[in-house]
Structure formats: C-alpha cells, structure tokens
DNA sequence: CGGGGAATTGAATTAAATCAAGAACGGTGG
DNA sequence: CCACCGTTCTTGATTTAATTCAATTCCCCG
C-alpha cells in the first residue's frame, strides 16, 4: 500500500495528491512535471454560502476547479427576474474561457472550496498542452448535453415533473456512485426552495406545493427543510416525466 | 481582384473556395493541405425541410457543416412532447463528437446543405491539429451560451417576451451583419408555427395570439405566414424582456 | 426564549392551455 | 387560370395550472 501510494504519486504536488480534478478533472490532462509548475501558482479557496464567485459582465481573471460544494450559475432579466442555468459540484471547472467577459454570475449555493489559478497561466498550459484543452472540451460538451436537458423540463414538463426531475439530478450529482440499482438515497439540499424555484422557472410557493405532494404520497421525506430522503427513485422516475 | 483571389486560393481545393465554414467554421483551423485531405473525402447534399439528419439514440457516423438553410436540434419526452434545444445556421458544425449515440435530434427546418465528412476522419484530424478541437471548442462554448440564455427565455418570459425574443434571434441569425443602428429588416421565417411553440415551450395558439399583437401593434407586418417584416427592432427589443 | 428569515398552506387571480370553429395559404390537376 | 383539397394558421370561448396575495408555522441562531 505504502509502496504503491509512493509510486503513484511521485512528483505529485501535496496540494494535488487527493484532488478529484486531477482524477475526474481537467487536471488529469497534466503530467506531474506540469501539475508541479501548475500547483506553484494555484491556491485553494474556501467560499461562504452566498458569496458571489464571477459577477455579470466583470472581468475574469482567474479560472478555479470546483473541489467541493455546489455553485449555481444564474442569469437575470433587467427586472430582477432570475433563473439558475446550471449547477456546478466537484470536480468541475469553472470559468469561460476565450472571453474577458462572463455574461452569467456565479455564486456558492453551499459552502464551496475551490482551486483557482491565474487566467494566463491556464491559457498558455491550453496552448502547451492540446490534452487539457481536449478535457475542457469534453466538459463544455457534457454541460451542453445538460443545459439542453434542462431546457425540455423548462419548456415542456409540468410544475410536479420539474420538481421530480429536480430531485433525481441532485441526488444523482451529490452521489456519482448512485447504483441504478438502489431504490433509496438521502442528501442535504444544496439550494433554498426560492433557488429551487430558479433553477426550475417556477415560483417558492409552488415549488412548496410539490414537494408537499411528493411527502404526503410517500416518494419523500424532509426533515429540517434541507434533508431529503426519497424512499422510491423508481416512482420519483417515473414522475419526472423523462 | 483576379490576382488576390489567385494567391487567397491558391492550392484550397474547389468545393471549400466559396465555403463560409473555411472563413467563420471550423474549416478555418485547417492548412491548405489539410483541407485537400478533407476535400477528397468530404461530400455536399442538399435536404429537404423536414427530414431527418441525427436520429435520437442512433449512431452518428459522419459530421457535417452546415452551409445554408436552418436545422432544428429537437428532444422529445416519451408521451410526444417536444423542445427544439437549438437551431444551426451556416457555417455551424453539426454533430456530437466523442459520443457514439446523439441524445438529440437534429431535422431540416428548411431546406439545408450539408458537407459531411466521416466521423473517424474528423477525429484523426482533431487529434493531428490541435486548432481543429480549438475551433470546435469555441463553437461549443457559444452554443452553451446561447442555451443558457434560453434557458432564461424559457423559465422566466412570458409568452409575449418569448416571441419577440425569438423574432430578435431569427434576425440576428439570419442576417449576421445586421447592423445594430438599422431598426428595420425582414426575413423569412425558417420555422412553422408549431416549431416555433416547441421552440418557445408554448402552444401554436399562443404563437399565433402574440404575432397577431406584434402584428396589430404595428411592430412588424407578417405577409404569406412565413415573410415577416420588423419594422422597429428597437421596440421589438424592448418588448422582448432582455 | 424570542426574533427573523425560510417554508408552508390557503384563497383568489390570471396567463396560457385546451377545445372548437373558421380562414388563409400552397400545391395539384383539370 | 381557377377550383379543389389538405395543411397551416388564426380567432374565439372555456378551462386549468400555476401565480399572486396573504397569513401562519417552522427552523435556526443568538
């Protein structure tokens, strides 16, 4: 064990040596020599719930891998109405490259922990390194595949459907290892009932609503409004309209 | 004139010579060598509206660029219901690389051109020029935006914002040149009424209610169902809730 | 224990869907 | 060129799902 830990992480940065990025993540794309010159000029972070981590229209410079937490990213209308377009956990990458603007915010649903590193020194590894750019393609094209299915549950389900589909993503998301198998699973909601509301272009009261159908028809439990335990994915499935 | 088009297309095989996808596409990353390669394997069809290019859950073994007409990417939940998740115009790269099943469907909105190029050809070019993925990348990164800002339209417009949202969009694709200080322009419009609704997540009716309050309202005139005339962007803007 | 934000619940309202005719359009063939 | 047909689109009347408005109730935290 010792042996095998000491060959496998070899020239291996302390800072990097458990992260999921350099597993699942685009670090994965690096070898240890660049992991090393990488870790130099990265720091970790942790963030407060609610702390905004990318402002609408301010200028990026810095990109960060999510370590742990959730981030919602969100858009708003100039009337203050929002919507959450996309939910962000470990190991993702956060950040748009190619552009000095970002045209969404980003802020912590939850408590979050990120590594983050200047933008230049991410845009000339990409230019170094085609493998890391071939990753953060991967990733672009997988949050597109689930930006399009959000938009199905936005455009055509009903306010019952969008709350099931909304459990099933997290549950999901919270727990990758989730068997298809298991009928049961439990985790702590990272959004309030009016980011809920957001993420789903419903409104609170609504949202409430559902879920109180979904508790009282026994495919739930809440306990202290965050924790969720649902007793049958199948009959959660199959609610969700998909 | 004769002698610059001599030296720009020395040695760019003919079928590429008037391409948009050499100029704005992806075609843009390659070398005059390369494009000989891709010429002598690529291949140019034109589509009827209506048929069907990527079928949901079937293998994609070819990649094409889209060269003119519209193409709707559509999902459908299991009772029929449908959202179009996108629509591509030249010189758009259309298909999902790096996956053997397209979750989505993409359909000829109107009539389309396509030049196609085998699926593994692409991927060996990619893996050879770094600046193909790059390309390909930001296209990506746009078309997530593009969702996202969707995702806002549909979870958060109302009916009457989403259509002149949609009529807003059109323009703009249709004509990329348009001028933001012109308030006038006209267009046909790629879409039925039904793919607008799917498009929108609403109903032909509603469709039909709002382009008439456009219309009645002297925004833009509508001639044979399909040529529409805006005849105040700026007040079509402001109504589109942005 | 008590204050304050978050969540639930109920009643009334409304935007959009549904149901139901018609009208306009675009091919086709006489 | 025009009459016919099927499809697409529009318009109207009604219904309904979700929102809005309005109290409570439930938690969390000091």
């Not at 962000?88 to 939850?110: M, W, Y």
Request: glycine letters at 6%.
């Amino acid at each position: 064990m010792t042996v095998r830990q000491d060959v496998h992480s070899a020239g291996i940065p302390v800072l990097c040596q458990s992260c999921e990025a350099r597993h699942r993540g685009v670090c994965g794309a690096l070898d240890p020599d660049q992991l090393v010159g990488l870790a130099r000029i990265s720091s970790k972070h942790t963030i407060e719930p609610g702390a905004e981590l990318i402002g609408d229209a301010e200028t990026v410079d810095s990109y960060s891998n999510v370590l742990s937490g959730v981030v919602k990213l969100t858009k708003s209308l100039s009337d203050g109405r929002q919507q959450i377009v996309g939910l962000q956990f470990a190991p993702d990458f956060l950040g748009r490259p190619f552009k000095v603007e970002s045209a969404i915010n980003a802020e912590a649903a939850t408590a979050v922990s990120l590594c983050s590193f200047p933008r230049a020194s991410i845009e000339r590894m990409m230019r170094e390194s085609p493998e890391l750019e071939h990753r953060l393609l991967k990733q672009t094209l997988n949050e597109l595949d689930e930006a399009r299915d959000w938009m199905v549950t936005l455009g055509r389900k009903t306010a019952a459907e969008k709350v099931a589909s909304f459990l099933l993503m997290i549950a999901r998301n919270i727990d990758p290892t989730l068997d298809p198998a298991t009928n049961v699973t439990s985790f702590e909601l990272p959004l309030t009932r009016a980011d809920i509301a957001d993420f789903l272009g419903l409104t609170i009261e609504t949202v409430s609503r559902q879920l109180t159908r979904l508790r009282t028809d026994g495919l739930i439990r809440i306990e202290n409004n965050r924790h969720v335990t649902v007793t049958s994915l199948t009959r959660l499935a199959s609610r969700s309209g998909a």
